[in-house]
């Protein structure tokens, strides 16, 4: 048994069998202590939790694409859908970061593009610049514990011919599978910023980059640090709840 602290509340769960005897017992220790503790008790319903919690992921339509769980993904069409099983790895298209970045990528991406997605998790992103029309899709993942639900939705989309994701750090491999002509990057501003110089280096004059998981209020910062590191235009911006996302071009020609 567990307490969960909830404000001035502690709260607990008790197995059905039994609970009678537990709950006084409980109600007891805690007047023990505090005399007018006020001690609520209700019953939870009966749920089978192992597949409730799919009813909390659902279908989002963002413009060109849409992202989806398998149990949704029925009669939809392939080209224009990706369907991701909701694991560890973060990008299921509930977080607003990944949705703010699918809807910008129409447009940026070209068909036949060599394109590198930087902390790709669950290869969401990386999926979806395949089905925009990239040839070449880098999905750079640093968490080991990633790395395979990103490679069973890479097969499971049919983008495995375009997409190879990549185990390890950005700021190595980058460098490797360079040059592209868009980087994708939905990571923590500071990492962001972190890599610019590696970002800049891997785009020819004429890519982008689309950088996201960057709040609101850090968009002048990160917008201060294109502007140091010298070479980039905004092209476009969008925002969700909390979070910004943006369309940097490459003006320059980067080394690699």
């Given at each position: 048994m567990g307490l969960q602290e909830d404000g001035d509340a502690l709260v607990t769960v008790l197995d059905a069998e039994g609970a009678s005897a537990?709950?006084?017992a409980l109600i007891l220790a805690a007047r023990a202590v505090d005399p007018q503790c006020l001690v609520e008790v209700s019953a939870l319903p009966d749920v089978d939790w192992s597949s409730a919690w799919r009813e909390r992921i659902g279908a989002h339509e963002l413009g060109a694409l849409a992202i989806v769980p398998p149990w949704l993904a029925?009669?939809?069409d392939a080209a224009r859908t990706i369907v991701i099983e909701p694991e560890m790895a973060?990008?299921?298209g509930e977080h607003e970061t990944t949705r703010c970045v699918v809807r910008l990528m129409p447009g940026v991406i070209r068909d036949g593009d060599a394109v590198a997605?930087?902390?790709a998790g669950s290869a969401?992103?990386?999926i979806a610049a395949a089905k925009l029309g990239a040839r070449r899709v880098a999905a750079i993942e640093l968490d080991h514990d990633a790395i395979a639900n990103a490679e069973l939705n890479v097969q499971a989309n049919g983008v495995a011919d375009r997409v190879t994701v990549l185990e390890g750090d950005a700021a190595i491999l980058l460098p490797l599978v360079a040059p592209v002509r868009v980087v994708l990057a939905n990571i923590l501003s500071s990492v962001i910023t972190?890599?610019?110089?590696h970002i800049g280096a891997a785009i020819p004059r004429g890519g982008a980059a689309?950088?996201?998981g960057i709040l609101v209020a850090e968009r002048d910062g990160v917008l201060a640090a294109l502007e140091a590191?010298?070479?980039?235009t905004v092209a476009r911006e969008t925002s969700e709840g909390e979070w910004w996302a943006v369309v940097v071009e490459r003006t320059v020609t980067g080394q690699v």
């Open positions: 537990a709950t006084d029925a009669g939809r973060f990008g299921t997605d930087l902390g969401v992103l990386a972190q890599l610019l110089p689309i950088f996201s590191a010298g070479g980039w």
